[in-house]
């Protein structure tokens, strides 16, 4: 009798015990799906965004939206009254060509601010014209900026601090070959190793990233900037011929290479003699831009051979499969992929839309919970 009693409660107790671990489970289910539901209904009412906040462009993702601004980082201000006059595509029209009571600036430098009150602007502004409409007087935006990974602690807290002011609800900083990495679908989370290689418009990042996170990572403040400066540098040198930042940029992007093409271009050239003091008019080919850029080149192909010297045996061999990904503006530049591959001997990859992979990578963090874990608000 106490036997069939005893064997009786047994049963009870396990049926228990399952009925528990049900609804236990239910509950917890339940918990992820309010937690998904609240998850979209803070989307809803907020406009969170991605930014790359470039010293060539700034470009902003919005959470559910994908990319939908890319400006150069470029603001007009009246000296006189401090008030902001152009910020973006208006301001680039401007520059080189405002009266003296205007200034076009630049408000960052290799990769950091250098004008806090001009990049606050700047960021509020684009900020705005990325915003929902509908949305403009609820929530503030969470914001994921991507930032070169050289970058000192009080020059990251200066963007973090000028994001906030700017209206952003919290601000969370991510370097920039890891967005690049993310961004162009590298993968990152595996055992395996990845070479990214972001060649901006005053930094240029490249990293060996494995497991998630970065194994090696060099920053040179040496980027499309110095490119373009390089070119007016060679006007001034070769055909004593003036010209501006402008149209040294819209040179370097018509006949600019970093290898032998197939066939070379020509193009000319309208400028201010330094001789005469007249405007003057040349003709130059892709040829000379080469040997224009040759030594802003020669540091970035020494840098990624400095860092794949470092990089550890087993990621080295996984290199040879993967090789090297570029992304960003300097991508664009002809035969950059020939001229890397022709010095690391490893197969050169170029991104898809490059300008736009780190700005994608910051969205999917956005959009992808598990990189908030690895990537903690700062």
């Keep these: ?12 107790d396990k049926e228990s015990k399952i009925k528990a671990l049900h609804y236990e489970g239910m509950a917890n289910g339940e918990f992820r799906i309010k937690e998904r539901n609240m998850v979209k209904f803070m989307r809803f009412f907020s406009n969170d ?28 201000i009246n000296k006189t009254t401090k008030e902001v006059v152009a910020v973006g595509n208006e301001a680039k029209r401007m520059l080189g060509k ?10 960052m430098k290799d990769g950091v601010i250098a004008d806090f009150e001009a990049c606050g602007s700047m960021l509020k502004y684009f900020i705005e014209q990325a915003k929902n409409p509908k949305h403009r007087f609820v929530l503030p935006p969470r914001i994921v900026i991507a930032v070169p990974s050289g970058i000192t602690s009080v020059e990251r807290r200066a963007v973090k601090e000028t994001a906030l002011k700017a209206g952003a609800r919290v601000v969370y900083l991510v370097e920039e070959p890891m967005a690049a990495a993310i961004g162009v679908e590298m993968p990152v989370s595996e055992p395996c190793g990845s070479f990214i290689l972001d060649i901006g418009g005053g930094t240029t990042e490249m990293a060996v990233i494995s497991l998630g996170g970065i194994v090696l990572t060099k920053s040179l403040r040496v980027a499309g900037n110095e490119m373009d400066e390089a070119i007016i ?22 006949i600019g290479s970093a290898f032998p093409l197939d066939e070379e271009l020509t193009v000319e050239v309208n400028g201010r003699s330094l ?35 470092e990089t550890p045996p087993e990621l080295s061999s996984d290199l040879i499969e993967k090789g090297v990904t570029i992304a960003g503006g300097g991508a664009l530049l002809k035969g950059i992929d020939r001229l ?35 990537f903690p608000q700062e």
Excluded at 2 to 12: A, C, M, Q, V, Y
Excluded at 233 to 254: F, V
């Design 233 to 254: 540098d060679y006007m001034k040198k070769k055909y004593n011929l003036l010209i501006g930042e402008k149209t040294a940029e819209e040179i370097k992007i018509r």
């Design 49 to 76: 965004m991605g930014i790359d906040l470039g010293t060539a462009n700034t470009c902003v993702f919005v959470s559910g939206k994908g990319v939908v601004l890319m400006e150069p980082s470029i603001v007009t």
């Design 98 to 107: 405002t009266p003296t009571n205007i200034v076009a600036m630049k408000p």
């Design 1 to 12: 009798m106490f036997t069939r009693w005893l064997k009786n409660r047994r049963l009870e």
């Design 340 to 374: 890397i591959s022709h010095e690391t001997k490893l197969p050169v990859i170029v991104a898809d839309d490059p300008l736009k992979a780190v700005v994608r990578g910051t969205g999917r963090m956005l959009e992808e919970a598990q990189y908030f874990k690895q």
């Design 275 to 309: 001789v005469e003091g007249l405007p003057k008019m040349i003709k130059i080919n892709s040829e000379e831009i080469r040997e224009a850029l040759k030594d802003t080149l020669s540091q970035i192909s020494n840098a990624i051979r400095d860092i794949l010297e």
